[in-house]
């Protein structure tokens, strides 16, 4: 490897929603960067306004601000190059354009669309690819040849040498391409800004950009970018292709069609950033060993450009899901609800109904039941497993008579004395907790024989009176989450 400072970049267009490719994308060339105590520079290719979407630079930002993801340079932080935002970089462009016009290397396109369109029309009636370099003008093919240039017409490269390409990619290996990969691609259009073809390598050599990281749709591009570097006299950059985010059936790359979201719908969700770094950075990339579950630390130390995968790797959210419960489990009990706040019913947040207790201690349920903080509200509503806490529940009589149970009569009894117990009891806090509920009953839901039912024929009324629902929380948890009075309310009620 070469000793010169690694040089990364993450290149979106601000023309909508932030991709999970595109994020995987910008994630691997910022590892990269950092575990080489490189510059890692977010640029905005903004030269297609056609495709432009307000407010998407603000987007891209907030997303990686979101994952951790921070720049050296960017929108916000221009570097001695200038600025990271391609619109605000027009004189550059125009500067290389003309240094390629006094080498013989750039011409203006002399042609309409219908005259091109024509052409390509030709071509297909004679089963041969289109190619623009055969339509070059005669005095463009002439030895010594120099353009004037009105800056009105789009500008072409006129490709320094038909030959076959031929280039290495640190994950693909060795790769070539034919001839008849090799035109005269347009540098600058008629609205005065550059084709992403020559504007990125004009940036990425102004940025000092040492590994381009990028997807395998521009392994096709690649012979013309060559054609561009060699007619500016300079070395590209090393490439590393990533490998495709396919579908969870592994058929096609992962699309909208297909349930690609927006990162920050993620966000919105109640992923945690840590998870969604974790997954992505597992997609297309194996560190070897079985160890799935890695913080930014552990990746940034094991990650390389060498251990990338060639074939795409599938997004399974089973698996994101999964790795989000991991990460929530990690969480201490004030972080997680600081982050649950916002999914959590509003009667239960808010704090001048005395309910901040309540809360607390139905965390370990909450934590239990989920693998993302979305799911919270379906343990609350009317047919979750946490809707007991909000309204007194409605049930049948049957209900309340545990299966095992020999004498229905007996339900009565037992829930009598599980409210005589409770009424001996303390009403705060401390006195009225899930332990000391447990302690108080269990000594009389285990003297109940197996041949007269055992201890479910306590357990289960007590449980189903207070929650209306057979499958339902600990009992003990739910009466200390309910409070003495409106338990014993419940048990009566049940009697």
């Known amino acids: 490897m070469s000793n010169k400072p690694i040089v990364t970049r993450f290149a979106p267009s601000p023309t909508g929603f932030m991709h999970i490719g595109g994020v995987r994308t910008a994630l691997f060339a910022w590892l990269w960067a950092r575990k080489n105590k490189g510059t890692f520079i977010l640029r905005i290719e903004d030269t297609d306004k056609e495709r432009e979407v307000a407010g998407s630079i603000e987007h891209i930002q907030k997303s990686l601000s979101w994952l951790g993801i921070d720049w050296d340079y960017g ?64 005095e463009v093919a002439e030895a010594g040849y120099k353009a004037t240039w009105d800056g009105i017409k789009p500008l072409r490269l006129k490709v320094p040498e038909i030959k076959r390409c031929k280039w290495h990619d640190i994950v693909r290996g060795d790769l070539e391409a034919g001839e008849e990969a090799l035109d005269d691609f347009i540098l600058i259009k008629a609205d005065g800004y550059p084709t992403y073809n020559f504007a990125h390598i004009i940036d990425d050599l102004n940025m000092g950009v040492t590994h381009i990281l990028r997807g395998d749709e521009f392994i096709s591009s690649t012979p013309r970018f060559l054609s561009l570097y060699e007619a500016l006299g300079i ?35 109640g992923f945690l950033p840590d998870a969604m770094v974790n997954f992505l950075a597992l997609i297309g990339w194996n560190p070897g060993g079985t160890e799935e579950i890695m913080d930014g630390r552990e990746l940034m130390a094991q990650f390389s450009l060498e251990k990338i995968q060639k074939s795409g790797g599938a997004f399974n959210e089973e698996k994101l899901l999964w790795m989000n419960k991991n990460y929530l489990a990690k969480l201490s009990d004030g972080e997680f609800l600081k982050l649950a706040q916002d999914f959590l019913p509003k009667n239960l947040t808010d704090k001048n109904a005395g309910n901040e207790n309540k809360i607390v201690k139905l965390l370990p349920l909450i934590r239990e039941k989920i693998q993302v903080f ?20 409605a049930y049948e009589k049957k209900s309340l008579i545990w299966k095992k149970e020999k004498d229905a ?50 357990l289960w009324p007590m449980r189903y009176a207070l929650s209306g629902k057979e499958k339902s929380p600990d009992p003990f948890i739910m009466a200390s989450v309910l409070g003495k009075d409106e338990t014993l309310r419940r048990l009566r009620q049940a009697v």
């Open 409 to 458: 009569a007996n339900v009565a009894v037992h829930i009598n004395s599980v409210i005589k117990t409770l009424e001996t009891m303390g009403d705060t806090d401390g006195a009225f907790s899930a332990e000391k509920i447990k302690a108080a009953i269990w000594p009389y839901a285990e003297s109940i024989t197996a041949d007269a039912g055992g201890r479910g024929s306590v």
């Open 235 to 269: 070395t590209p950059p090393q490439f590393a292709t990533l490998p495709p985010i396919l579908r969870d059936d592994r058929t096609k790359k992962l699309g909208k069609r297909d349930g690609a979201k927006d990162i920050l719908e993620y966000r919105a969700e």
């Open 374 to 393: 979305s799911e919270i509200p379906e343990l609350f509503a009317p047919a979750g497993e946490l809707s007991f806490i909000n309204a007194l529940p």
């Open 75 to 138: 929108p916000d932080k221009p570097g001695s190059f200038g600025s990271c935002i391609q619109s605000q970089r027009l004189d550059t462009y125009r500067e290389y354009a003309h240094k390629l016009i006094e080498k013989g290397l750039a011409y203006p396109d002399p042609y309409t669309q219908e005259e091109i369109d024509a052409f390509r029309k030709q071509a297909e009636a004679e089963k041969r690819p289109f190619l623009y370099r055969d339509h070059r003008p005669k």
